[in-house]
């Protein structure tokens, strides 16, 4: 089947700890996208990239990083610098960025920080 | 500064009728406006696009309108149905971006 895959689906770090996200998609999409979902707010944009090799950093960019070393792979990193780490993340993907592509969005991982 | 506005309080409605959800904006021009609808503890799927220059969109029992003088999007659920129970997000992409801003999103609860 055709989809984004996200890895793990809980995940629990402990302080000072840096944690990676996987995204996988198999869709054949240029872009990619991470969110953060916390209770009783939208989404934010973490960091976006529209090509291989090439990223940008979205609203809430600090204490994350990420690679796209591939079309098909968007890992995103949760550093020791992030202070509230505690959501609900959101990979996502759309054929290209900003030209009113559907965005498909992956089940999401839960990280809690112990 | 910018603003995506949707109704944080639940809307409750009987089966049947129609679900009507609202999405205002502040200081955006968007190019076009999504929705979304997101079950508890999913990711968002994407239910309809509607551009700037179009006043209305249709998908079965789905209906979205779009007024860029007033700044705001309706969606429409006619027909509800207790499997419409959801939250609802709209989304814009603001003209000269390439990534969309989402709304809090909106719970509808739908009940037999």
């Known amino acids: 089947d055709g989809g984004i895959t996200q890895s793990p689906k809980y995940l629990f770090r402990k302080e000072g700890q840096n944690v990676t996200l996987s995204c996988e998609q198999n869709l054949n999409h240029d872009a990619m996208y991470w969110y953060r979902q916390d209770p009783g707010q939208g989404l934010r944009l973490i960091y976006y990239?529209?090509?291989?090799?090439?990223?940008q950093k979205g609203d809430i960019a600090e204490g994350y990083s990420v690679s796209r070393e591939k079309k098909e792979s968007f890992p995103l990193t949760v550093t020791s610098a992030q202070k509230n780490p505690t959501a609900f993340y959101l990979c996502?993907?759309?054929?290209?960025?900003?030209?009113?592509?559907?965005?498909?969005f992956g089940e999401g991982s839960w990280l809690t920080v112990v | 500064s910018q603003k995506i506005e949707q109704n944080s309080e639940a809307l409750n409605i009987q089966e049947g009728k129609t679900a009507t959800l609202t999405c205002n904006y502040t200081n955006y021009s968007p190019a076009y406006l999504q929705w979304y609808r997101q079950d508890p503890g999913r990711g968002p799927v994407f239910l309809l696009l509607i551009r700037e220059n179009e006043k209305e969109k249709r998908k079965e029992r789905l209906k979205v309108t779009f007024d860029t003088t007033l700044k705001q999007s309706l969606f429409h659920i006619t027909a509800s149905q207790p499997a419409d129970s959801a939250t609802y997000l709209c989304a814009l992409m603001n003209s000269g971006y390439s990534t969309l801003t989402f709304g809090k999103g909106t719970m509808l609860l739908v009940s037999p």
């Open positions: 996502a993907s759309s054929a290209t960025g900003g030209s009113g592509n559907t965005i498909y």
């Open positions: 990239s529209q090509i291989v090799n090439d990223f």
